[in-house]
């Protein structure tokens, strides 16, 4: 399985682990995250961030919202590692929320700002990838990311063209409770529109060579006794900050 992903996100820029965490873990973060969101929208409804009816916050590291398995997982670790190296880091930790109405993105990448900037279309090996999941199954109805395969391997221009010749179809992501999602950041792709009357949390975990740093999102901070649960392999994997709390 590990073999294989790596391969495919190699290829296509994108794969999905399915059944990785539990439902019942899942289900404990959204609970707990539920009252966060909702106090979230009630206050910022008017001011989207992500385009109309479309927001990001970032996730906090209370538990149950964090969990250990959504960053430590073994076999998704060996993944993000098999694609980039072992010294990868985990430097944030933010949840995308389309609302109805939400209208669908238009194709794009993330982390524009090219690594060399006299040489913008240089083809490199990956320093950043993105895991993420959802809160909820993710249909067809409520909003999936959409993901054009294999653009990460070519330039933003030429995806762009491709796609729009129709050369190039956009792929939605549907997930199940507990599937993930392990993407290529420069791999072209949009937020769709949610149809339905329920927000449509897709949570994120961004990891990246140990060299590598950008501070392009907010984070929240990791209450220390948080960070004092972990093991001292797994802090070498968490770039985040800390709070005495």
């Not at 916050?57 to 398995?69: N, V």
């Not at 949840?95 to 690594?115: A, G």
Request: net charge negative.
């Amino acid at each position: 399985m590990i073999e294989a992903a790596i391969s495919e996100i190699r290829d296509k820029g994108f794969c999905v682990l399915n059944a990785r965490f539990a439902a019942s873990t899942i289900r404990r973060c959204r609970e707990a995250f539920w009252p966060i969101l909702s106090d979230y929208l009630e206050k910022n409804s008017e001011q989207p961030n992500r385009g109309p009816h479309r927001h990001f916050l970032p996730m906090p590291f209370d538990p149950p919202c964090f969990q250990p398995e959504f960053f430590f997982d073994a076999e998704l670790l060996a993944v993000v590692r098999g694609v980039m190296d072992d010294r990868v880091v985990a430097d944030q930790w933010g949840c995308d929320v389309p609302l109805k109405d939400s209208i669908p993105q238009q194709p794009h990448v993330d982390y524009q700002r090219p690594l060399f900037a006299e040489d913008p279309d240089l083809l490199l090996p990956p320093y950043i990838l993105m895991v993420s999941f959802g809160l909820l199954g993710i249909s067809r109805s409520n909003g999936p990311i959409e993901i054009a395969p294999a653009t990460h391997r070519m330039s933003k221009n030429e995806a762009i063209r491709a796609i729009s010749a129709g050369e190039i179809e956009m792929q939605p992501v549907l997930l199940d409770v507990g599937d993930v999602l392990i993407r290529h950041p420069w791999a072209l792709h949009r937020g769709t529109s949610n149809k339905t009357d329920m927000p449509r949390p897709l949570v994120t975990i961004r990891y990246v060579r140990r060299w590598y740093a950008d501070f392009s999102r907010d984070v929240s901070t990791m209450p220390r006794y948080v960070w004092q649960s972990l093991t001292a392999e797994q802090q070498s994997v968490m770039r985040f900050p800390i709070e005495d709390r």
